[in-house]
């Protein structure tokens, strides 16, 4: 059964850094899109950033210039890397994975993992 698994969340000061992994099980094919999603309490999840399997990035104007994204096709992970957390950041994020097969288009999410900045 295919999962995403997702790691390195957790409680940072503001400025600080943090990175999250996501590891895809029992699955060997490469997903057309990877990426991350993030919800805060009270709020609609929303896109953070995410990579095709070409190299493409789509990131959200929040995190332009503080999180990178970047994936390993062979081991068919994705990573978050953020740097200059603010309080804002704060919310539970999510691994995605999107794969079109013909007209066919199936997406997959994991977990999520909790970010916390403080003050």
């Known amino acids: 059964q295919l999962q995403l698994v997702e790691s390195g969340g957790g409680l940072v000061q503001a400025g600080g850094s943090l990175r999250l992994s996501c590891a895809v099980l029992?699955?060997?094919?490469?997903?057309?899109?990877m990426g991350w999603y993030r919800q805060a309490p009270g709020k609609e999840r929303e896109s953070v950033a995410n990579?095709?399997?070409?190299?493409?990035?789509n990131d959200a104007d929040f995190v332009k210039g503080r999180f990178i994204i970047s994936r390993d096709n062979v081991k068919n992970t994705v990573s978050l890397q953020m740097n200059h957390l603010k309080p804002e950041d704060t919310a539970v994020y999510y691994c995605?994975?999107?794969?079109?097969?013909?007209?066919?288009?199936?997406?997959?999410w994991g977990q999520g993992t909790q970010v916390t900045v403080s003050n």
């Open positions: 995605y994975a999107q794969l079109r097969v013909g007209l066919q288009l199936s997406e997959y």
């Open positions: 029992g699955f060997a094919t490469n997903f057309d899109v």
């Open positions: 990579m095709t399997r070409f190299g493409d990035i």
